[in-house]
């Protein structure tokens, strides 16, 4: 504190012209971007609340208000349950399984190897690093397009189902976007093949911090590789995981783009497949129902909301301190 | 003074930001106005005479929005437009050829400025039933009640096929003019048939007893649109009303209860969902898109595919130059003793276009229109776009490429054995996604015959029980 009064006393004070006006020189600043802000983001969720609560089409000029009947729509829509399911599943298993790959191959990369000069990353990691990093560069069109083709059967294409023949496993050749049974789940590996390689450069950015003299003392302790990775690298890197987590988290409850282009706007077979983004698209553009579809995007919102807060306390660890 | 001169602290900062904020946000309220908030335009008209029968204002500007898609903009600007400028040199044309009609024209649409006519078609195509529910469409019956362009002493109403002005009806009046005319049916490679020596089956035994041949030759019988399994509607329908008659299509665009579920629906979905227990259909197609599909069948991998008329304009780049020629066959009868005779054909008036509501010029908009349903018109459109029209007679002597000429015997064959539904256009979402994932789960296997017509019932359900949704019947 007395720390703090002495800095504060260094800083000398600016005369009485400074003075003058100062207040409005931050308001000139900060008009613009503010109004900008308020203009394209604060007031088109504004103005989606309100359009939720509407009978809007999206062709008129004229929306009645309905209260919330666009609400109970969604709960009584077999559609937007099956929607809500799936974003469900996606909330849980993706996050996961990247978060495990991630710090699996971030890992490996940097601790895997215990070489003549101690700790260190498996052989080639130079290039693996830069190859898991390219999902990240293709954009998440030409992703879902790429893998479209992936998966579809070998007549028409397809190089999953061609290989598969090609080593003699007929018969688990499905056509994996034309089944209900699959198409989703091919929507969640593609989603994690593209995360992936963003956290593991996360990670291994987080892992590179860590002094190598703790993994020697590890080392001479006697420690393997998993108990090393469990009591060493997890707890220092964990700071970084749990930001992961919760964006992943954020970013899997989306899962527009894969969907849309990989099983369509009706949601793949049987619609089985669908998820609240691509819902909310459709009620807009396909069916003209803008007050349902804002209804979809409120909701969406609420449950990110709560995704987040709950992700980031069931995270909430004892930060570990190195210095 | 002094106490004034303190730091710029975080907090005091954030403060101010906040007040800033609150400021700037009721601005940015009336600068951005509200999504949903309407306008509006007025709207010109110019004095009604003989030559010039709608009324169109001599001068001032005709705005025009062309879907870019498969028939391309070529059409509006070599044939129609400048035969409209020859009509009145003193209007200003402005034309605006679009790919996403959605993106270009919803909020014009909203605010109550949209241009005079307007192609809405195409991926982006803004439901018409919606836009006939809000009231953002003009009525064409002044239109359909004018004198034709080039044929003296008819209304432009007599001049087209029967059907025509029907399916841009809603309700009691017509909003839309479809201008393409589709023939669907089923569609083989008569180059392939004839090396074969096979026929085109006329009836569902001999189409049975054909495929088994065909797949003896090693060659897959069937496919079809794999993801987009609605494409088996169309012979679903047309074999079901072929079976029992017509009226069974009025029930089912009436949203009747029960009217999936009709005997003649059921044997035909039973017929079609046979190809997939006897193996008969292409493997994978289920996993296909359109694209594959056809695709798939161009490249000879399967025999027969459902289609409309454009399939041979849309495949023109992926067909092999020799030993190839697009001919459709109308679908088989499912019974010796049908009601319809073998000839029947489903076709239906497409590629919609609108006058809107809150155009400035409607009357331009409908002299467009009366130019297009012109003889000379519609011919244009015909050469330009490989494409029949609604214009009676307009084709004759146009030299058509094979596809078209054989779609275009077979409906004259059909003579007035044409069937048509309307409930596709009226209730777009029952079409898709709707039946689209219940006859998708038929055909892949995934549910039977009973299944599917309860699945059907479900989707005009859905649709009778909205409210939200403007119904529309029909009596014949």
């Not at chain 2, 307007?118 to 809000?134: A, E, M, Y």
Request: proline residues 5%; contains cysteine.
């Amino acid at each position: 504190m007395t720390k703090k009064a002495a800095a504060r006393g260094r800083v000398s004070k600016p005369g009485p012209a400074l003075q003058h006006g100062k207040y409005l020189f931050i308001v000139v600043f900060l008009v613009f971007p503010l109004g900008i802000y308020g203009l394209f983001t604060l007031s088109p969720y504004l103005q989606a609340i309100f359009i939720s609560m509407t009978d809007w089409t999206g062709l008129t000029g004229t929306p009645k208000f309905i209260g919330l009947d666009n609400y109970s729509w969604i709960f009584s829509d077999s559609q937007t349950l099956v929607a809500l399911k799936n974003n469900a599943i996606l909330l849980l298993v993706v996050p996961a399984a990247t978060v495990l790959l991630g710090l699996f191959f971030a890992s490996m990369l940097n601790v895997g190897r215990r070489g003549r000069s101690g700790i260190e990353g498996v052989r080639g990691s130079a290039v693996y690093r830069v190859v898991y990093f390219f999902p990240q560069v293709l954009s998440v069109a030409i992703i879902g397009v790429l893998f479209k083709y992936v998966f579809a059967p070998t007549e028409a294409g397809g190089i999953l189902n061609s290989f598969l023949r090609g080593i003699g496993l007929d018969s688990l050749a499905v056509p994996w976007l034309g089944d209900p049974n699959f198409a989703f789940w091919c929507v969640v590996v593609v989603m994690i093949w593209s995360f992936v390689g963003f956290y593991v450069v996360l990670f291994s950015a987080a892992m590179q911090t860590i002094p190598k003299d703790i993994y020697e003392a590890a080392l001479l302790d006697g420690s393997n590789r998993y108990t090393t990775f469990r009591h060493v690298t997890l707890p220092l890197v964990w700071d970084t995981v749990q930001v992961g987590w919760v964006y992943m988290a954020i970013q899997a409850m989306d899962a527009f783009a894969f969907v849309f282009i990989m099983l369509g706007i009706s949601g793949g077979p049987s619609r089985a497949g669908d998820v609240l983004g691509v819902a909310m698209y459709r009620t807009a553009f396909n069916d003209y129902r803008f007050g349902r579809a804002s209804a979809i995007g409120v909701l969406l919102l609420i449950v990110t909301l709560i995704v987040s807060l709950v992700f980031l306390r069931l995270a909430r660890r004892e930060r570990v301190e190195l210095s | 003074m002094s106490s004034f001169s303190a730091d710029w602290s975080r907090r005091k900062f954030l403060r101010g930001a906040l007040a800033t904020g609150a400021l700037a946000l009721p601005g940015t309220g009336a600068l951005a106005g509200c999504a949903t908030s309407g306008g509006g335009q007025e709207s010109t008209r110019g004095e009604k005479s003989d030559k010039n029968p709608l009324g169109v204002p001599t001068d001032g500007s005709l705005e025009i929005y062309i879907f870019n898609g498969g028939f391309g903009d070529e059409y509006a600007t070599a044939v129609h437009e400048p035969m409209f400028k020859k009509a009145y040199p003193n209007v200003e044309i402005k034309h605006k050829a679009e790919v996403d009609i959605k993106g270009a024209l919803q909020s014009r649409f909203v605010a109550g400025n949209p241009p005079d006519f307007v192609n809405d078609s195409g991926d982006g195509q803004i439901p018409l039933g919606q836009l006939v529910t809000d009231k953002q469409l003009f009525d064409l019956t002044e239109l359909f009640d004018a004198p034709a362009w080039d044929t003296p002493g008819k209304k432009v109403r007599d001049t087209l096929v029967p059907g025509a002005v029907e399916q841009g009806t809603f309700g009691p009046k017509p909003y839309v003019m479809n201008m393409a005319l589709t023939v669907y049916g089923t569609w083989y490679n008569k180059v392939l048939f004839d090396q074969k020596g096979w026929q085109p089956p006329t009836t569902w035994d001999e189409m049975k007893a054909l495929c088994a041949e065909i797949k003896g030759a090693g060659i897959a019988p069937w496919t079809y649109q794999g993801i987009h399994a609605r494409y088996m509607v169309w012979p679903l329908l047309t074999m079901a009303a072929k079976l029992a008659g017509p009226e069974i299509l009025v029930d089912i665009d009436n949203l009747k209860e029960g009217a999936w579920k009709h005997d003649a629906i059921k044997e035909s979905a039973t017929a079609l969902a046979g190809l997939k227990s006897s193996g008969w259909i292409l493997d994978g197609t289920e996993g296909m898109d359109h694209i594959q599909s056809q695709g798939q069948w161009v490249a000879g991998k399967a025999a027969f595919i459902p289609c409309g008329s454009w399939l041979e304009n849309e495949e023109k780049d992926v067909t092999p130059k020799s030993g190839f020629e697009f001919a459709m066959m109308p679908d088989p009868l499912l019974s010796k003793d049908s009601k319809m005779p073998l000839e029947t054909v489903y076709a239906a008036a497409g590629e919609p276009y609108v006058v809107p509501a809150k155009a400035k010029n409607p009357a331009g908009g409908l002299e467009y229109m009366r130019i297009m349903l012109s003889k000379e018109g519609a011919k244009g459109f015909t050469e330009k776009v490989s494409s029949l029209t609604v214009v009676q007679g307009a084709a004759d002597g146009v030299k058509l490429p094979a596809g078209l000429t054989s779609a275009k015997k077979a409906l004259d064959a059909a003579g007035d054995n044409v069937v048509s539904w309307m409930w596709q256009s009226w209730y777009g979402t029952m079409w898709n996604p709707g039946i689209n994932a219940v006859i998708g789960d038929l055909l892949a296997g995934r549910k039977t015959v009973d299944e599917f017509c309860d699945g059907c019932e479900a989707e005009a359900k859905k649709v009778r029980d909205d409210d939200s949704i403007t119904k529309y019947t029909r009596e014949k």
